[in-house]
């Protein structure tokens, strides 16, 4: 694990749009009153985010840890101790409503170790595959359970079969999740 410091923002984000190759593993803004953490799958799209949402990020000094990407073997990944989540959120056309449970969801998996793919080709709608790891504490995984069948669309534990099956399978009430815009 590398570790590099930005003295500005803007030096982040330049780093950021020319950086390939890597994966990001925390990105914190560190000063003498606050530390707040960021967390962004490679350098793209940490760069798109500060561009699309520059008040996001205060000024001040940037810590970022980050992987080679060529150090990382895909075969590592155990999906036996991982669950697989979907969620969407919805925006009505006639009304500032949001349909869905995607932001609550992610805001609440805070605590956890999740990786999430999100999909925003569509103006109108917006869906997420993510895959959470498996708390090893009893409470920690019933507290996980409730939270993705409130806010998520569809989730699966593993079962040991391979497979999401009906036995492992579960419709989760994000669609029914609704909050004003």
């Not at 520059?54 to 980050?66: I, T």
């Amino acid at each position: 694990m590398e570790t590099k410091i930005f003295e500005s923002k803007e030096q982040l984000k330049n780093w950021a749009k020319k950086t390939t190759g890597i994966v990001l593993a925390s990105i914190a803004l560190v000063n003498s009153v606050q530390s707040i953490d960021f967390r962004f799958p490679t350098p793209q799209v940490l760069s798109h985010v500060m561009e699309q949402a520059p008040s996001n990020f205060p000024e001040g000094q940037y810590r970022v840890s980050y992987s080679n990407s060529d150090d990382l073997d895909i075969e590592d990944l155990d999906y036996s101790k991982m669950v697989m989540v979907i969620a969407q959120e919805a925006h009505l056309a006639n009304r500032p409503v949001r349909i869905g449970g995607l932001r609550p969801l992610i805001e609440n998996l805070a605590d956890y170790t999740y990786c999430c793919t999100i999909n925003r080709n569509n103006p109108a709608y917006i869906t997420a595959s993510i895959w959470v790891v498996e708390p090893s504490d009893p409470i920690e995984l019933e507290s996980l359970d409730g939270l993705l069948a409130k806010y998520s669309t569809f989730y699966a534990f593993n079962d040991g079969s391979g497979y999401v099956t009906l036995n492992n399978g579960r419709m989760g009430n994000g669609t029914s999740h609704i909050s004003e815009i």
